[in-house]
């Protein structure tokens, strides 16, 4: 029996059936990002900063500063106040480069990048404050309690639960005198 080729007799026939094999190919389009349940950037934020100023350990240090980073850090917070997180940062970023290993810089600098959402970042620059710091005190619970956000943020319950502990160890109570 010889072989015959199949003919479409409609003269639309070769344009619907390109439409459904294209139809078939396509892909649906990506859904919006949705925002990441629990805390907003701000009330992270102010965990950490509470977590530093409940900590009332008999060590709290403060290193003689430059008072150009101060400065810089002045200005940042007030860029911070008006919502100007990336002037804030700008200034952070020049205050680092004078001073790249003032653990205070740095704590700031990963708090603004937490308002940014570059939680990454944070927790970079924490790690790197706490590295860098004296381990006790408020400086240091507010280190931790960035990990315990950026954990909580990315739904480690494990990892949280962990820092909120080293948080309570930075704690440094003084002597009992009777």
């Not at 015959?4 to 294209?22: D, K, M, N, Q, Y």
């Not at 950037?41 to 950490?48: F, G, K, P, S």
């Not at 977590?51 to 911070?80: F, W, Y």
């Not at 924490?126 to 990990?147: D, E, H, I, V, Y």
Request: proline share 7%.
């Amino acid at each position: 029996m010889p072989h015959r080729a199949f003919r479409l007799r409609h003269p639309f026939a070769p344009a619907v059936l390109a439409g459904i094999l294209l139809a078939a190919c396509a892909q649906p389009a990506p859904e919006a990002p949705r925002p990441a349940p629990g805390k907003t950037n701000v009330a992270m934020v102010d965990a950490i900063r509470a977590a530093g100023e409940r900590d009332k350990s008999v060590i709290n240090v403060h290193p003689l500063s430059d008072p150009g980073v101060t400065a810089l850090q002045d200005a940042a917070r007030a860029d911070e106040r008006n919502g100007q997180y990336q002037a804030a940062a700008d200034k952070l970023d020049m205050a680092l480069k004078r001073v790249p290993d003032a653990p205070d810089v740095l704590q700031e600098r990963a708090e603004v990048a937490i308002y940014m959402g570059d939680y990454q970042l944070a927790e970079k620059l924490s790690q790197q404050s706490w590295n860098l710091g004296s381990k006790q005190g408020p400086l240091c619970a507010r280190n931790w309690q960035t990990m315990v956000e950026i954990r909580l943020h990315a739904n480690d319950q494990a990892g949280a639960a962990s820092a909120s502990k080293s948080v309570g160890e930075c704690h440094e109570a003084g002597i009992q005198r009777l």
